[in-house]
């Protein structure tokens, strides 16, 4: 593996660090002071970042100009990242007998390789709408 990509690596887990913090920080703030519903509470958490995940991969992670292509494309990386947790869960928790409580925690790392391979793909395309 070269020194681009793991570099890559490591600041993509800074970027999904800052992201669960972020996510969760706004879920408690709109549960809490605002008093909004929970899923509500979720949805408005989960949005807002994801957007910011994506211009912090963009500019921090991948060192990519952002576009409105790549903008659009970014969310299939978090319906990749919920399948592959979800389906993890249920596996750990089922089939491997693991704690409902850790097993989310397991699933989330097992998670971070698709979600890098995705991500990657999606924002390193080049912007084919510009001619040189």
């Known amino acids: 593996m070269n020194k681009t ?5 490591a600041r993509f887990v800074i970027v999904g ?11 408690l703030i709109s549960l809490h002071l605002l008093h909004i519903p929970y899923l509500i509470s979720h949805i408005i958490a989960f949005v807002i970042s994801m957007i910011g995940s ?6 921090f992670t991948y060192k990519t100009k952002p576009t409105l292509k790549k ?9 990749v990242n919920i399948t592959v947790t979800t ?13 409902e409580t850790i097993s989310p ?3 989330s790392f097992l998670a971070i390789p698709f979600t890098f391979i995705i991500s990657r793909k999606i924002l390193h ?3 084919t709408s510009t001619t040189r």
């Open 105 to 107: 925690l397991i699933a």
């Open 54 to 59: 994506f211009f912090m991969n963009s500019y």
């Open 5 to 9: 990509i793991l570099f890559e690596i």
């Open 17 to 27: 660090v800052i992201n669960t913090l972020n996510y969760y920080l706004l879920y």
């Open 125 to 127: 395309q080049k912007n």
């Open 71 to 79: 903008f659009l494309q970014f969310p299939a990386t978090y319906v």
């Open 87 to 99: 389906a993890s869960i249920f596996i750990l928790v089922e089939w491997l007998g693991l704690n």
